[in-house]
């Protein structure tokens, strides 16, 4: 996807920095808005929503690098200071505050930074700026001609293409793996990286890792009810599986008239997999699959499936892009991480429906969307356009850990510049040409909780896979029967 590499540029002036140290940077600039920013803030004033990952490295002090710099230095008119209105980390819970600022017609925020799962209701519900007709036409192309599709979807109307929200940063699930115990135990990984195993090859390769080296976990991943199962960690499963939520990917991002296919025989044989994982050979699990996961998974999110892997005490971890950024240099594994997409138990070829089967990279990241109340929309489109220049988007990465939405720049820099990741270009490249997104239509909020629900359930054992994939079948048909009915 996206254009071809047209060739390496001197990115010698970044250095890299890891994180965590990213992360600690002076925030003096990111300020919490609690109502001190509304009609008496100053001039060249926007205020953007963000999480602490991102408040951290918007400012900084003396000469570090951060993305206000680089922002100016794309053109930025150096009056225009973003200023960040920090905001949980929980996806459910911006959601929930953006909702609530975007119906009460509430300005500033000037700019809301939106998960790529639920951009498109706001732009269904006119609540964000129409970017195709307000970006200059230099600025459109180069979006459109070379960000990651996949991301683009998630923040156009899906109706008429118009782009609505700029792509900060795609985000991409990946397997990270001890290549040296992996090896130790007796496996060949060479070709992993681009070509994953099935799914019973890896779990007895991670059983025999985690025995060899005494470790307490063999694979760590996010399990629990929460939105992260249901858009990204099952779907990957799933998808692996040659399952799907609505009969393939053709049908995605609009509800109603679609097929519910989450009764289906591999969904179900895919939740079987993961309770092998986790408990080994009891009910309602498959043979052949180990046990190699901590039934704590099920209470477990992103950074406490990554604790024991980044402490050397598991054999593998799900994760993202900055977990790669962490657990990748050479004060960690540096090149003793494998990173891969997710093994696969049913290919392409074998699965039934579009598009699934074969490995599989869930799609996540971040859009930026105006707010169509704002006063400061024409400072606030200047912001956008400058973040869409190519030494912004590489400046988040090194910062950040967070992938470019033009990943051609992946493999056009070197880890020493922009850290780890980098060193994993062919990985990622791989990630987006599998990358599964979640339905992202105007119903996937209330479905998502429903499919959280009841796999988190299944996982626990406290509902057989069958019985809670059936209950999950009827719940959404019945969901997707409202709209019809609704003419939605």
């Known amino acids: 996807m996206g254009r071809e590499s047209t060739g390496r540029r001197d990115r010698t002036r970044f250095r890299r920095r890891s994180i965590l140290k990213a992360a600690s940077a002076s925030t003096a600039g990111a300020v919490a808005v609690t109502g001190c920013l509304g009609r008496g803030r100053s001039p060249g004033r926007v205020v953007m929503t963000a999480a602490q990952d991102v408040a951290g490295i918007m400012h900084s002090e003396g000469d570090d690098p951060s993305i206000q710099q680089a922002l100016w230095d794309a053109g930025l008119d150096e009056d225009i ?25 509430r300005a500033p925020p000037d700019i809301h930074m939106m998960d790529s799962g639920w951009t498109v209701p706001f732009i269904l519900r006119e609540q964000t700026v129409n970017l195709t007709e307000r970006f200059s036409e230099d ?7 070379n960000y990651l599709e996949a991301i683009l979807e998630t923040a156009r109307h899906p109706q008429n293409g118009d782009l609505h929200a700029l792509p900060l940063f795609p985000d991409l699930g990946f397997t990270l793996y001890r290549e040296d115990l992996i090896e130790d135990a007796g496996y060949d990984t060479s070709g992993w ?22 470790l307490n976990y063999g694979f760590t991943t996010q399990a629990a009810a929460y939105e992260g199962l249901s858009c990204c960690t099952f779907n990957e499963v799933m998808t692996s ?17 679609r097929p519910v296919t989450v009764d289906d025989q591999r969904v179900i044989d895919s939740i079987r997999m993961m309770r092998s994982f986790i408990e080994g050979e009891e009910e309602n699990t498959l043979d052949g699959y180990p046990q190699i996961a901590p039934s704590a998974i099920v209470q477990w999110t992103e950074q406490q499936s990554l604790s024991p892997f980044s402490a050397g005490d598991a054999v593998s971890n799900r994760n993202w892009s900055y977990a790669i950024a962490e657990t990748g240099t050479e004060e960690a594994f540096g090149e003793n991480l ?26 996540g990241g971040w859009n930026l969307a105006v707010s169509p109340f704002s006063d400061r929309q024409e400072e606030a489109l200047q912001v956008l356009e400058a973040f869409a220049t190519e030494d912004v988007m590489l400046t988040v990465f090194e910062l950040g850990g967070f992938l470019p939405p033009n990943l051609d720049l992946v493999a056009e820099v070197s880890p020493d510049d922009v850290g780890p990741v980098a060193r994993y270009a062919d990985v990622v490249q791989a990630a987006s040409e599998n990358a599964i997104p979640r339905p992202a239509t105007d119903l996937w909020p209330e479905q998502s909780a429903l499919i959280y629900q009841e796999v988190n359930a299944a996982y626990r054992g406290a509902k057989a896979p069958a019985a809670a994939m059936s209950d999950l079948a009827n719940e959404l048909e019945q969901s997707e029967a409202e709209v019809q009915t609704n003419g939605n």
């Open 81 to 105: 200071r973003v200023e960040i209105q920090t905001v949980v980390s929980d996806s459910a819970s911006r959601m929930q505050t953006t909702q609530s600022a975007l119906q009460a017609g």
């Open 139 to 145: 600025v459109l192309g180069s979006v459109n001609d």
């Open 193 to 214: 990286g681009t070509d994953p195993p099935r799914w019973e090859e890896f779990a007895n390769a991670v059983r025999d890792a985690r025995d060899g080296a005494d």
């Open 241 to 257: 599986w040659g399952g799907a939520y609505y009969g393939g990917t053709d049908n995605l991002f609009t509800a109603g008239d």
């Open 338 to 363: 494998g990173v891969m997409t997710r093994p696969y138990a049913v290919s392409r070829e074998e699965a039934e429906y579009a598009d699934v089967g074969g490995t599989a990279a869930a799609l």
